[in-house]
């Protein structure tokens, strides 16, 4: 019970000390082709480019002006479960991408983590069939 209750003080210190930060790291994750590079570009910029290119190597983009920055790993990446924890542990978001017509995109996450992920994380169904973006209808 004691070791229960340890831990649930570390995690809720850690949690306090997070809010009360200043700058806010997240990291985009998710299977190559999910859409991860074109939600990116509608988080960090004024004008986005919506043009797909495969992402290759990891990408940090610091937002001017906000307090937070994104950092992608490409979907190619492989990652032992191992890694990707103490990797995905450095963030304060976990941002799940997947391709709501694929899905493939969602096995991608049955290897990233065992038990419990290592930081808050909010999947996005991405490229949802009939869904309307900036007016363009995506059939």
Same mark, same amino acid.
């Given at each position: 019970?004691?070791?229960?209750i340890?831990?649930?003080?570390? %995690?809720a210190?850690?949690?306090? =000390?997070? $809010?009360?930060? *200043?700058?806010?790291?997240? +990291?985009? #994750? ?9 939600l +990116? ?5 004024? @004008?986005p =480019? ?6 290759? &190597?990891?990408? %940090? ?15 190619s990446? /492989? ?10 542990? *450095?963030?304060?978001?976990?941002? /799940?991408v997947?391709?709501?017509? *694929?899905?493939?995109t +969602? @096995?991608? %996450?049955?290897? $990233?983590?065992r ?6 994380? #909010?999947? #996005?169904? =991405? ?8 007016? +363009?209808?995506n &059939?």
């Amino acid at each position: 019970m004691a070791s229960i209750i340890a831990a649930a003080r570390v %995690y809720a210190t850690r949690f306090i =000390n997070r $809010l009360l930060r *200043k700058q806010w790291s997240f +990291i985009v #994750v998710g299977a190559s082709g999910s859409g991860k590079t074109g939600l +990116i570009e509608v988080l960090t910029k004024d @004008d986005p =480019n919506m043009t797909y290119f495969a992402t290759t &190597e990891p990408q %940090y983009h610091d937002v001017p002006g906000e307090n937070y920055s994104v950092t992608e790993i490409p979907g190619s990446t /492989c990652l032992s479960p191992g890694i990707s924890r103490l990797l995905l542990s *450095k963030f304060d978001l976990i941002i /799940c991408v997947f391709h709501e017509t *694929k899905p493939e995109t +969602i @096995d991608y %996450y049955r290897t $990233l983590w065992r038990g419990s992920p290592p930081a808050p994380v #909010v999947f #996005v169904g =991405n490229n949802v069939p009939g869904a309307s973006f900036w007016g +363009i209808k995506n &059939e």
